[in-house]
């Protein structure tokens, strides 16, 4: 499953209120964040996975590659993912937090289930 989003605001959790939010099988999981103005230093993203803090406070950095089009090209695996294959068990609830101080930030989160 991938979900995506792109963001103009601070916001404590994108991924609240939607079905993706609480786990229901044991999954592995991949959190991409990428920013489209040149210097994003306010801009800061968390990610936790159940009572595990992944990330805490990280800065939103901008694609170094080609932060023209970033955002028409969009997000690129594994380029811009940086927290890969972390590990999530059934019930456990996703918080990707993101703090918006300049310009805007596009996510993704992908749940990939495993047996």
Same mark, same amino acid.
Request: avoid cysteine.
């Given at each position: 499953?991938?979900?995506? *989003?792109?963001?103009?605001?601070?916001?404590?959790?994108?991924?609240? *209120?939607?079905?993706?939010?609480?786990?229901? !099988?044991?999954?592995?999981?991949?959190?991409?964040?990428?920013?489209? =103005?040149?210097?994003?230093?306010?801009?800061?993203?968390?990610?936790?996975? *159940?009572?595990?803090?992944?990330?805490?406070? =990280?800065?939103?950095?901008?694609? +170094?590659?080609? +932060?023209? +089009?970033?955002?028409?090209?969009?997000? !690129?695996?594994?380029?811009?993912?940086?927290?890969?294959?972390?590990? =999530?068990? =059934?019930?456990?609830?996703?918080?990707?937090?993101? +703090? !918006?101080?300049?310009?805007?930030?596009?996510?993704?989160?992908?749940?990939?289930?495993?047996?």
């Amino acid at each position: 499953m991938l979900l995506a *989003g792109f963001v103009a605001a601070t916001n404590a959790n994108v991924l609240s *209120g939607t079905l993706f939010e609480f786990i229901k !099988r044991p999954s592995r999981i991949n959190v991409a964040v990428l920013g489209d =103005a040149a210097i994003n230093s306010g801009n800061l993203w968390s990610f936790t996975i *159940g009572d595990q803090i992944v990330v805490s406070n =990280a800065q939103v950095f901008p694609d +170094t590659v080609n +932060t023209a +089009t970033s955002f028409i090209v969009g997000i !690129r695996y594994p380029d811009h993912y940086h927290v890969q294959n972390e590990p =999530a068990l =059934a019930g456990d609830r996703l918080v990707l937090s993101l +703090t !918006r101080a300049a310009g805007n930030i596009m996510w993704q989160v992908q749940i990939t289930e495993v047996v």
